[in-house]
């Protein structure tokens, strides 16, 4: 049963915009940024911009976050995908669009093309989440699987557009889609004044783009910084004229694009200060960050921009740092691993090996030096069979909650003063 989708959902203010323009030719420039403005404003939120004073005492700098994954579709990706299909005419509107995503672009076709009456229909590759192709069929689009890879998704799109007649969307390569995600910069520097420094994530660089544009006619002396997983960092190498090297698995797969769009591309030339690259271990931990900190659940692409401050600290040491989080649509079973994984690596679960006589009591004596350390035993693993010299012996597996990683070492040292031999696992 399709969903019942208002025409007109409830408005929200819209932020003032000044009247300028940088006088400079690009393929988006800062009129076609403040009409997106103003087409979008009331159809998408106006997300709040939040001084983190813990993350920033943290980190050395002035930090504000831009919550873009509280839009409806929880990413600031609708902001694009609407401002497009409000620039159809009605002999294209009434031909529908056709896009490729696996992701965020879709949802935010989806939901507005619904909303205002379009047919959308998004062409996803076999291998695609059935969460992620549930939810945008929720949302009104014509879902189809096509291909085992993006390319071969894109492609499938690329033929129904031509053969039916459907406006094809693109995700980033497009001026009217890098026009409304500049409206994210447009919103922030409204927010806060002065802000030094914008911290971008980059899949295909529409974001950025757009951004930086507006940026550079709002507050010219704002330093724009985008940001790249190491295995898709295609922007940096364009930049700086290396080979293209970019593909295989990264946690940040809303990032996953094997090259930065022609347009984002010519403006972050003429724009962009700096592109930072993170690792995957920089990503999963700004997640959790943010998760921790800031209460709120980011996706691992979304956490990119934080990852690089927390990466790079001294670039942006005593500024005033605005970041989007650009969305939080995160799968529940990964971030509940991601989370598990963070608490381990700040020592707050500890995994603790220890060799034992097989005897009576062994196992209690063992619990009661844990507990004396103050720490929480989680899980134990008994074994009794494995890399054993002697039927007499066995190897009790703790897992065990810490307050930090100095604690963890304490219940090591508890457990060695009891007369134990453990070893505390990476």
């Not at 965020?104 to 992620?132: C, D, V, Y």
């Not at 085992?148 to 693109?170: I, K, L, N």
Request: aromatic share 4%; charged share 20%; hydrophobic share 45%.
């Amino acid at each position: 049963m399709s969903p019942v989708l208002s025409a007109d959902p409830p408005r929200t203010a819209a932020c003032d915009l000044p009247s300028l323009s940088t006088g400079e030719t690009l393929p988006v420039d800062w009129r076609a940024i403040e009409s997106a403005a103003r087409s979008i404003a009331g159809h998408v939120q106006v997300t709040p911009c939040l001084h983190a004073a813990t993350l920033s005492r943290e980190l050395g700098c002035e930090l504000w976050l831009k919550f873009e994954n509280l839009q409806f579709t929880a990413s600031f990706k609708e902001r694009g995908a609407l401002n497009r299909l409000l620039a159809l005419s009605a002999d294209e509107r009434g031909r529908g669009v056709v896009a490729a995503s696996a992701g965020n672009h879709a949802q935010g076709l989806a939901w507005h093309g619904s909303r205002l009456g379009i047919r959308a229909t998004i062409f996803m590759p076999e291998t695609t989440p059935f969460g992620k192709v549930s939810r945008t069929r929720v949302l009104g689009a014509d879902v189809r699987l096509e291909g085992a890879t993006f390319s071969e998704a894109y492609e499938a799109a690329q033929a129904f557009s031509r053969q039916t007649g459907a406006v094809f969307v693109h995700p980033f390569d497009d001026p009217l889609v890098i026009a409304g995600q500049g409206t994210v910069a447009v919103e922030m520097l409204s927010q806060v004044a002065a802000l030094d420094a914008l911290v971008v994530p980059v899949g295909g660089g529409g974001l950025l783009a757009g951004m930086a544009v507006a940026a550079r006619s709002l507050s010219p002396s704002t330093r724009i910084y985008g940001v790249e997983p190491k295995a898709y960092n295609a922007l940096a190498r364009r930049l700086a004229g290396q080979p293209l090297l970019t593909g295989g698995d990264t946690v940040a797969e809303g990032l996953a694009v094997q090259d930065v769009g022609t347009l984002p591309l010519a403006i972050a030339r003429r724009l962009v200060d700096e592109v930072l690259v993170v690792s995957e271990a920089d990503i999963e931990r700004a997640v959790c960050r943010l998760a921790d900190i800031e209460k709120t659940v980011v996706e691992r692409a979304g956490a990119a921009g934080l990852a690089a401050i927390a990466r790079f600290p001294d670039r942006f040491a005593g500024l005033r740092v605005g970041v989007p989080l650009t969305g939080g649509n995160i799968d529940m079973r990964v971030l509940a691993s991601v989370l598990m994984r963070g608490l381990a690596q700040d020592g707050r679960l500890a995994r603790i090996r220890v060799p034992v006589a097989d005897r009576v009591g062994t196992l209690a004596r063992l619990t009661e030096a844990v507990a004396r350390a103050g720490a929480n035993v989680i899980d134990i693993e008994h074994d009794r069979v494995f890399g054993l010299d002697s039927v007499r012996l066995a190897t009790i597996g703790l897992l065990v909650e810490t307050r930090d990683g100095n604690h963890a070492e304490q219940v090591v040292q508890a457990l060695t003063n009891s007369g134990f031999d453990p070893v505390r696992l990476a």
